[in-house]
């Protein structure tokens, strides 16, 4: 398939730079061309680039050159490295359970996959405590419908009365708990900073290369067409823009990956894509989410799981020491402006805090230490994924809107867009529902395990 991508390049002309591989001689600037650009250098954008070369090395194919463009270079404001951490298996949608399944089974084999030679082991500081959902009366119900579905596609989950919490977590607050959902096996937290940077130096280790860059435009083959509106195009050129300059470099490639997070909707509306091929609009936002720190001495111990409150409040222990962290969404009204990374401390103090102490009696003693701000990658039409090709843009590959879940499920996204690029079809997962077909359609995936 490498060799496929490449026939399909648009041809050079005399003067350009050539392929530098990784390892000799930094380069601030994107080559002339590459076989796929990964738009995005988060861990999604990165498992891709990992996977393509895998995959590629599977099928004993030569030479797949692949480039990945992040504008944020040192992570300040990346999704990964500002989340929580978690995986779980607890989802209400089948391929969510499947990817997280993939994704415990990726993680506890880490260093078979992204171990590279003489570089020390890859510890991503793994906490095996299952995630556990709090259920009211009224949503009894459904949570143990949920559980079984969880059940039937192999996850390890088990159903707790209030007298059984009570007795396993005793710091607990239970009076207004029905019943709660408990993760067994394949769930915790871990450290997400250590999980991008392995995909990356895995990546480049097998020969990806990587730019600093922002991606604004595009040239497409509707470029060079009639004024009449073409069925579909193929994007020929990606525009890389410099950091902080107004030069761009046009790099030409085959194929397309937007893994740009929480703006890869915005991706799509930029220049030099034909509006009427960008129809519907990818419905993926930036929505900000407070995470605030704090200490309890007296507060849960080891055996704290990851709590998801039936406030939709949540928290889970931080290290130890009485350490913890949480936070919580905001109701759709209320979302606060995404334009920067600043946080509402009132919020923790008039909406968390007392959610906290109603549940845990000893958290009305915690002490504020800490907070930051990061992006959901917000899928506003069903929170989930979108993952596949483009329906009109012919070489345009989608792997982003999971929604506040990339994290956990960036090794399965990862392996299932370099199988479409590679093999044209899912080997490992069938994510075909997951595709565009759905945002055309009007039919939404619901998955009522977003937190």
């Known amino acids: 398939m490498a060799q496929t991508l490449r026939d399909q390049l648009p041809a050079s002309g005399s003067g350009q730079r050539g392929w530098v591989p990784p390892g000799t001689h930094p380069d601030p600037r994107p080559p002339d061309e590459a076989d796929v650009v990964v738009v995005g250098g988060g861990v999604v954008g990165w498992s891709v680039a990992y996977w393509l070369k895998v995959l590629e090395g599977w099928r004993r194919r030569h030479g797949m050159r692949v480039l990945v463009v992040e504008r944020d270079p040192m992570y300040s ?16 949608l089948r391929e969510n359970i499947q ?17 590279v030679p003489n570089e020390p082991p890859i510890d991503i500081q793994f906490q095996p405590s299952g995630y556990l959902f709090l259920a ?16 039937d596609e192999g996850a390890q989950v088990t159903l707790l009365s209030p007298t059984q919490l009570k007795e396993k977590f005793p710091w607990m607050n239970t009076e207004d708990v029905a019943v709660a959902s408990y993760g067994l096996e394949d769930e915790g937290w871990f450290d997400p900073w250590t999980l991008l940077n392995a995909f990356r130096r895995k990546a480049i280790s097998l020969g990806v290369q990587s730019c600093s860059g922002e991606v604004r435009a595009f040239v497409t083959s509707a470029n060079h067409m009639m004024p009449s509106a073409p069925p579909s195009a193929r994007i020929k050129y990606a525009h890389v823009y410099m950091p902080d300059s107004l030069e761009y470099q046009p790099v030409a490639c085959a194929i397309v990956v937007n893994a740009a997070g929480a703006w890869a909707g915005k991706l799509l509306e930029a220049e030099g894509l034909p509006r009427g091929l960008c129809r519907p609009p990818l419905p ?12 309890c001495p007296n507060g849960p111990g080891l055996s704290c799981p990851f709590v998801i409150d039936t406030s939709g409040a949540y928290f889970r222990r931080d290290g130890f020491s009485g350490n913890y962290l949480g936070g919580m969404s905001p ?11 600043s946080v509402d401390h009132d919020y923790f103090q008039e909406q968390i805090w007392p959610r906290l102490a109603r549940r845990v009696p000893a958290f009305e003693s915690l002490r504020v230490q800490g907070s930051w701000a990061g992006y959901y990658d917000y899928n506003t039409f069903d929170q989930n994924g979108v993952l596949g090709p483009h329906p009109r843009l012919e070489n345009l590959f989608l792997a982003a809107g999971f929604s506040g879940h990339g994290l956990q499920h960036a090794p399965a996204a990862g392996r299932a867009v370099a199988e479409l690029v590679i093999k044209g079809r899912y080997e490992t997962l069938d994510l075909r529902r997951l595709g565009w077909d759905r945002l055309v359609a009007g039919e939404p995936l619901e998955e009522h395990g977003v937190v």
């Open 99 to 115: 990817m997280s399944r993939f994704s415990a089974s990726f993680l506890r084999d880490i260093n078979k996959y992204l171990g």
């Open 284 to 295: 993926i936002q930036p929505r900000k989410r407070y995470v605030f720190t704090w200490h």
């Open 331 to 341: 109701p759709k009204e209320e979302e606060p402006d995404p334009s920067d990374l």
């Open 77 to 92: 404001r990346a999704s990964t490295v500002l989340s929580v951490g978690g995986i779980r298996q607890q989802f209400s």
């Open 136 to 151: 009211s009366p009224q949503n009894a119900a459904a949570l143990e419908a949920t559980v079984k579905f969880q059940r």
